[in-house]
């Protein structure tokens, strides 16, 4: 079986060498491409969080990426600024997106402050990534970062592809209402597991009620056509997150779920 990574983080900082080691790997793009090689990994989307400088996003041939976009680009004094910055990127063949963090930098993404952003995303038909569900640090605002955001963005934009990145964990209920009301909303299966896992027959067993409600609900959305293989690298150990998909998706869908999707969603022509 083939797989794509749909969600990972390519840094090179001390913050990520550290949650890689509590995966059980090495934050080095020779470590990655080794383990890629090793579970048969064909590509990954990075999420970049960086600045929009051209410069910061050199990333090898395996991988492609949103350009993330931080607070920063939504000062109306700037926005003109930086909607030219964007597209840069987007003429990029391996820019295959826009990541937008709200929850991070406080503001809801339908906020028409975004609207360049998505005018962007629909001249050149790539998808709008949202960060959504609980966040890496306190300062955060979960308000924004609610999956219920995305369904008034989702409404106001039909022709913008979007992929709800960690499937609004832990608002399942509600991320699954907004992927079956929206045909335009995807999600990413990303962020749920973390560090490495010891025995992952034991975590399922330890984990059984909220694994068995995410299977619950996933099978109440019954379209596994809008659902992302994806890792949240370094956060998590490679060989446990393939482990887990596996588990909650039946054998039937893992193509369309692994590889096909995310193929499809990012036009990577894999």
């Not at 619950?216 to 956060?235: A, I, K, S």
Request: proline share 4%; hydrophobic share 40%.
């Amino acid at each position: 079986m083939k797989i794509i990574d749909a969600h990972i983080h390519f840094c090179q900082e001390p913050y990520f060498d550290q949650i890689a080691e509590l995966a059980g790997h090495k934050n080095t793009s020779e470590h990655l491409k080794a383990e890629y090689t090793k579970h048969n990994i064909a590509h990954a989307v990075v999420m970049g969080n960086r600045s929009l400088d051209l410069s910061n996003h050199q990333y090898p041939d395996y991988l492609s990426y949103c350009v993330g976009l931080d607070s920063t680009c939504f000062n109306v004094e700037e926005v003109t600024q930086q909607a030219y910055l964007v597209e840069k990127h987007l003429q990029r063949k391996n820019c295959v997106g826009i990541k937008l963090y709200p929850g991070y930098n406080h503001f809801y993404i339908s906020d028409p402050v975004v609207d360049p952003f998505y005018q962007l995303a629909m001249q050149y038909h790539k998808p709008v990534a949202v960060h959504t569900g609980l966040t890496a640090t306190s300062n955060a605002l979960l308000k924004y970062s609610h999956p219920m955001v995305l369904d008034e963005a989702a409404v106001r934009y039909p022709q913008v592809q979007f992929v709800m990145c960690h499937i609004g964990n832990p608002w399942l209920v509600d991320a699954i209402a907004v992927i079956e009301k929206n045909q335009n909303v995807a999600a990413d299966l990303s962020g749920i597991l973390e560090g490495k896992i010891a025995s992952m027959p034991d975590f399922f067993a330890r984990k059984q009620g909220y694994i068995g409600f995410l299977k619950v609900w996933l099978e109440y959305l019954d379209n596994y056509e809008r659902l992302l293989y994806g890792t949240d690298w370094p956060l998590a150990n490679i060989a446990n997150y393939i482990d887990f998909v596996a588990h909650i998706i039946p054998e039937k869908h893992h193509d369309i779920v692994f590889f096909d999707n995310a193929n499809r969603i990012y036009d990577l022509g894999l």
